[in-house]
């Protein structure tokens, strides 16, 4: 199984900061499947990113993916009130599907 | 607009089967693929197993043994089975339409484990 390391585990970070979480993988993700969730209390998770880089539907321009191969970075550039969560990533090239353990984006 | 709803027991014993069901609307279930992921405390997000809209399975390695998913497309629905069930498999059950990634979750439903 491919495992997925996230960090930091938490971010404190204020309105209006840039957030940079990253996401590495123990073997090479094929074709850059990779795929990042939001996830609020009592929430079911959200996809933000999908293919490393590439934004769902409806989701800001605040939010971007980047990486290959083994390294992946979510980057939030400016956090709004809504974006405190925690962050999923998961990769899809590989079965079984996987997920990292998450990062808390808390206010500080 | 694709929609999903998980329904099932809250709670189930040990050693029992666990089923839930996801009610798929928007769209036909017979065009996608369908999956279940759990959330529990202690491992985080786990990937279960999809269905493809042919009806091909994939699992978990680590539940392959004690896991079925089905489709009922007359019902455009989709179903989880876990036999054998402990107090670890406690968690949130969420069905997800599959593209790889999971793009329209279900709100999830909690699943207790216990007698």
């Known amino acids: 199984d491919i495992v997925l390391t996230q960090s930091p585990g938490t971010l404190s970070l204020s309105p209006g900061e840039g957030a940079t979480l990253s996401c590495r993988a123990s073997?090479?993700?094929?074709?850059?499947?990779l795929a990042w969730y939001q996830q609020k209390p009592g929430q079911a998770p959200r996809l933000l990113i999908s293919?490393?880089?590439s934004r769902a539907t409806g989701i800001p321009d605040r939010f971007s993916g980047s990486g290959s191969g083994t390294d992946f970075t979510l980057t939030i550039s400016r956090l709004e009130p809504e974006d405190f969560a925690v962050y999923y990533c998961q990769q899809y090239g590989t079965s079984p599907r996987t997920f990292g353990q998450g990062t808390k984006v808390e206010i500080k | 607009q694709v929609q999903l709803q998980e329904s099932g027991p809250g709670l189930v014993k040990p050693s029992e089967t666990l089923s839930l069901a996801c009610t798929v609307s928007?769209?036909?279930?017979?065009?996608?693929?369908w999956t279940w992921i759990r959330q529990s405390p202690g491992k985080g997000l786990e990937w279960i197993g999809y269905i493809s809209y042919s009806g091909s399975t994939n699992y978990n390695p680590s539940l392959k043994n004690r896991v079925a998913i089905s489709v009922d497309t007359s019902k455009n629905q989709f179903s989880l089975k876990l036999r054998s069930v402990t107090a670890a498999d406690t968690a949130v059950y969420y069905c997800?339409?599959?593209?790889?990634?999971?793009?329209?979750w279900g709100q999830g439903t909690l699943v207790t484990v216990s007698s």
């Open positions: 293919g490393a880089s």
């Open positions: 073997q090479s993700v094929s074709s850059s499947y």
């Open positions: 928007g769209v036909s279930i017979s065009d996608y693929h």
């Open positions: 997800a339409r599959a593209r790889g990634f999971f793009d329209n």
